[in-house]
């Protein structure tokens, strides 16, 4: 059975840090484009980052670039989201999903397993 797992959210204050954690069961994240999106209340799914199967391309939306960074350990079948000086604005769940593809894209449609998500808060 192909599952993906997202774990490391967590209640912080502006400015801080987080990193978000994604892993697999049944395939492998090295073969496949890895995306991170978000949904926070009232608004759609919003893709944040993404990092292609070579580590060749990374993709950030703009609100988030500078601060957060995404990175893979291929040998421990991880995917990383590390979120820096961290925003109020950056309240939602985080959902990491596996892509249909090699290559990164923003459509949610081209992501075909998702993870349960975990709830990133930022707030004083």
């Known amino acids: 059975q192909l599952q993906v797992v997202e774990s490391g959210g967590g209640l912080v204050q502006p400015g801080g840090s987080l990193r978000l954690s994604c892993t697999a069961s049944g395939f492998g994240l090295a073969y496949f484009a890895i995306g991170w999106f978000r949904q926070a209340p009232g608004k759609e799914r919003e893709g944040v980052s993404c990092i292609s199967r070579s580590d060749a391309t990374t993709y950030y939306v703009d609100s988030v670039k500078g601060r957060f960074t995404i990175s893979r350990d291929n040998a421990q079948n991880m995917v990383y989201l590390q979120m820096n000086n961290l925003k109020p604005e950056d309240t939602a769940v985080y959902y990491c999903?596996?892509?249909?593809?090699?290559?990164?894209?923003?459509?949610?449609?081209?992501?075909?397993?998702w993870g349960q998500g975990t709830q990133v808060t930022v707030s004083s």
């Open positions: 999903a596996k892509g249909m593809y090699y290559y990164c894209s923003g459509s949610p449609y081209e992501y075909d397993y």
